[in-house]
């Protein structure tokens, strides 16, 4: 299994601001992931972060508006530029290790934006 | 595209009762992975269980068993002995055995347990 720990636990942003969400874990993982749960709704898939090269960013989804780094297998931010209430969500990093079947997930970030 | 669909949004048991939630899929590939996670208000995605389809044998896991019927597509979850513990929001997840990684979700059902 695999520890993650994902700050800011939660945060109230300004409009137009942007926010640096960050993932860590314990252990190096082949895969990280980053999803987004709408109020009530289910998880959507934003992008999936590539260790040393861009995200793969799921449709309606884009690099402008969510940039992610991986700097090395255990590490990547997400961040949520110029922030409308639109983006009030729960943003949560996933990881799968190197030959596993599971995922695993973090606490998640709580954002919201007045 | 690959598409999961929990049809019952609310579900609600006696402690201690027996509880089924219904998980329905779309696919057009012959091996993948379904998985059952729990949220609870701490917001922390659980695995529950999870299924290879190359794999007749339903999934068990102490209190909580699958029912996986690959032709109906289908991947129902069973809560036996509920507790209150049990209580939370639970999503069904489809995952490709090659290619694209991601889990796809359905909607969630919310599962509450009466004392």
């Known amino acids: 299994s695999a520890v993650i720990s994902q700050k800011p636990s939660r945060d109230i942003c300004q409009r137009g601001t942007s926010l640096t969400i960050q993932c860590q874990v314990d252990?190096?993982?082949?895969?990280m992931f980053w999803y987004r749960q709408q109020p009530g709704q289910s998880l959507t898939l934003i992008a999936t972060?590539?260790?040393?090269?861009?995200?793969?960013?799921e449709s309606g989804f884009v690099i402008d508006k969510f940039p992610i780094s991986r700097p090395n297998l255990t590490f990547s931010t997400l961040t949520v530029s110029n922030m409308s209430p639109e983006d009030s969500s729960i943003y949560l990093c996933?990881?799968?290790?190197?030959?596993?079947?599971?995922?695993?997930f973090g606490q998640g970030t709580r954002l919201t934006v007045v | 595209a690959q598409t999961v669909t929990q049809s019952q949004p609310e579900m609600s048991v006696q402690e201690a009762e027996t509880v089924t939630l219904s998980c329905t899929y779309d696919t057009s590939e012959s091996d993948y992975y379904l998985f059952w996670y729990k949220q609870p208000p701490s917001r922390q995605m659980i695995l529950v269980i999870r299924q290879e389809a190359y794999k007749q044998q339903n999934a068990t896991e102490n209190r909580f068993s699958v029912n996986f019927q690959k032709a109906a597509k289908s991947f129902s979850l069973k809560i036996s002995d509920s507790q209150l513990g049990d209580a939370a929001m639970y999503f069904c997840a489809y995952r490709r055995l090659q290619g694209a990684q991601k889990l796809v979700f359905g909607q969630g059902t919310r599962l509450t347990i009466n004392p």
């Open positions: 972060a590539n260790q040393g090269s861009e995200a793969t960013y």
């Open positions: 252990s190096q993982v082949t895969m």
């Open positions: 996933s990881v799968r290790m190197g030959g596993g079947t599971e995922a695993f």
